[in-house]
Every structure is written in structure tokens, then in C-alpha cells.
């Protein structure tokens, strides 16, 4: 099962004990791919291809154009993780909501074991 540090508003979230908090399995590919999404592109020093240029469109109005350039960024980010074979989005009342497929080789990572999975 894969482990990382589990954030919350943007910082290490605590136990009750004041440990740091972990994240485990799909909680992990979750906060990932939402920090992905919500971080600028070129902003992280290590990795200046990461990120996304949705932040452009905050205020702008939510007309069909800038609703189907969200949804076009939103999927091309999911899609640029390694973890990621296919992503696709709908607007909803909610809001934007986005799927991703995953890799054979993310899942065996992310899902606890054992687990019997089926194609088809």
C-alpha cells in the first residue's frame, strides 16, 4: 500500500497524537492530483512542468467557452501523471467533476491486497 504525507489547507495534517498524518492508497493519487490541479504551472522548483494553468480563469465568467477551457485544462493535468491512462470531466450542479482510468501498475500500488480484479 502506498503512504504519503496527508496535507490538509495546504499543510501536514496531524494525529490527535500530533504525529504527522499519513494518507494511504487512492487518498493519496486524490491529494495528488488535486495539488496538480490547483498549483500554477512552472511553480514548483523541482518540477517546472507540473501544474495547471486553471488559477487564468478564476473570474473570468462562466460562460460555455470558459466552461469548456476549464474542462479541456482540467482533463490535459490529470492526464500528464503517469498514474493516469484516461480522464474526462462534466459539468454538473455541483460543479466540475472529473474521472480518471488508472494504470494496472498505480492500482496495484494504491488498492490494499489482496484484491482480485476483473477486465472487461
Known amino acids: ?3 504519503d504525507w496527508k496535507w490538509q489547507d495546504g499543510d501536514f495534517s ?5 504525529d504527522a498524518a ?7 493519487l486524490r ?5 496538480r490541479l490547483v498549483s500554477p504551472r512552472g511553480s514548483h522548483w523541482a518540477f517546472p512542468l507540473e501544474g495547471s494553468d486553471l488559477l487564468d480563469y478564476v473570474g473570468a465568467p462562466l460562460d460555455d467557452l470558459t466552461r469548456t477551457e476549464v474542462l479541456q485544462e482540467a482533463e490535459r493535468t490529470l492526464l500528464e501523471d503517469a498514474r493516469v491512462l484516461e480522464a ?6 455541483g460543479g466540475l467533476r472529473l ?4 494504470t494496472e501498475e498505480a492500482l496495484s500500488l494504491l488498492l490494499p491486497w489482496p484484491l482480485e480484479v476483473t477486465h472487461g
Open 88 to 93: 474526462w470531466g462534466e459539468w454538473t450542479e
Open 22 to 28: 499519513l494518507a494511504e492508497g487512492m487518498e493519496v
Open 99 to 102: 474521472t480518471a482510468r488508472l
Open 1 to 3: 500500500m502506498y503512504r
Open 31 to 35: 491529494q495528488d492530483l488535486l495539488a
Open 14 to 18: 496531524l494525529s490527535p497524537r500530533g
